[in-house]
């Protein structure tokens, strides 16, 4: 039989996503998350991505500033960066709460390469300012920075686009990567249940098929025990808005195997990549225009 070396295809690109319901206790969710990466690996992924706020989920600020700290001084990113040492793997931690001040925090993620060193940071740009009508109300910019630029990582010479979750809703954000050379878009995140019943998959193959580009998506799942609900279906999406992969709503991890032909062939059937252009808004009156879209929302 012929190897894909041999015929100088690249060998697919075996990925695990972890799927959590991550608490108050930062480390009984490490420990959680050390279990569920090492199962990823022994099942064969070279690269693993866990959830946006693999640390904790704390809605209340107070215990929130109580319960994070600096990048310098968190056990958690330390003991996953020897995680991926000693696996030999790349993790993605899809994102840690982090002080960067006594009352400012940064929702940013990692990769960790198979030696342990942070190969990339990213600081999730979009907040999460929402009342969803239901007595839900998120309004993460009271505590969290934003992040201003996007982030490209590697992994085995993969080009690989990092975002977190509200992300997902501004489309600019995955082309301006996807046209930097992104080949795989990732998506950690912790959905709500109303919103994910209704945007998740959706938006996701959306991304995947504007850019032709694999989108992976580890998510949280679940009641927490803050008493937020979120929606699960940790996902793999392939660049034709093909599900490869769909995780329930419980713990565990999610297997797929990237054949990363697959995006040049999705690219050449749909060049849309090549084909964008820069344009102007023409119309209303800036005044008006801001005055009309302050009233429909």
Not at 124 to 152: C, Q
Not at 203 to 224: M, P, S, T
């Amino acid at each position: 039989m012929t190897s894909p070396e041999q015929t100088g295809t690249p060998a697919p690109l075996r990925v695990g996503l972890v799927q959590m319901r991550t608490g108050r206790d930062v480390a009984a969710n490490l420990d959680v998350t050390r279990a569920l990466v090492r199962e990823a690996a022994q099942a064969g992924a070279r690269y693993v991505q866990t959830p946006e706020m693999t640390n904790i989920i704390e809605h209340g600020r107070a215990a929130l500033f109580e319960a994070i700290v600096e990048e310098g001084q968190d056990k958690t990113l330390a003991a996953l960066r020897e995680l991926a040492r000693d696996l030999r793997i790349h993790l993605h931690i899809g994102s840690l709460g982090l002080k960067v001040s006594e009352n400012r925090a940064v929702n940013r993620a990692f990769l960790i390469t198979p030696d342990g060193a942070i190969a990339a940071r990213y600081d999730k740009i979009h907040m999460f300012n929402v009342d969803l009508g239901n007595g839900e109300t998120y309004n993460e910019s009271a505590a969290y920075t934003p992040g201003d630029r996007a982030v490209l990582g590697e992994v085995d010479g993969i080009r690989f686009g990092l975002s977190i979750c509200y992300d997902l809703r501004f489309p600019a954000l995955f082309r301006a990567l996807a046209e930097a050379g992104a080949q795989v878009l990732t998506v950690p995140a912790a959905f709500t249940r109303p919103t994910g019943e209704a945007h998740w998959h959706v938006l996701l193959r959306a991304r995947a098929i504007e850019n032709g580009a694999f989108v992976l998506a580890a998510a949280q799942g679940g009641l927490h025990e803050n008493g937020r609900e979120t929606y699960g279906h940790s996902l793999v999406v392939d660049p034709w808005g093909r599900i490869l992969a769909e995780g329930g709503t419980e713990p565990g991890i999610l297997i797929a195997d990237l054949d990363l032909g697959a995006v040049e062939a999705a690219r050449r059937r749909i060049p849309s990549l090549s084909h964008g252009r820069r344009f102007e808004v023409e119309g209303l009156a800036l005044e008006s225009r801001l005055h009309l879209v302050g009233e429909s929302t």
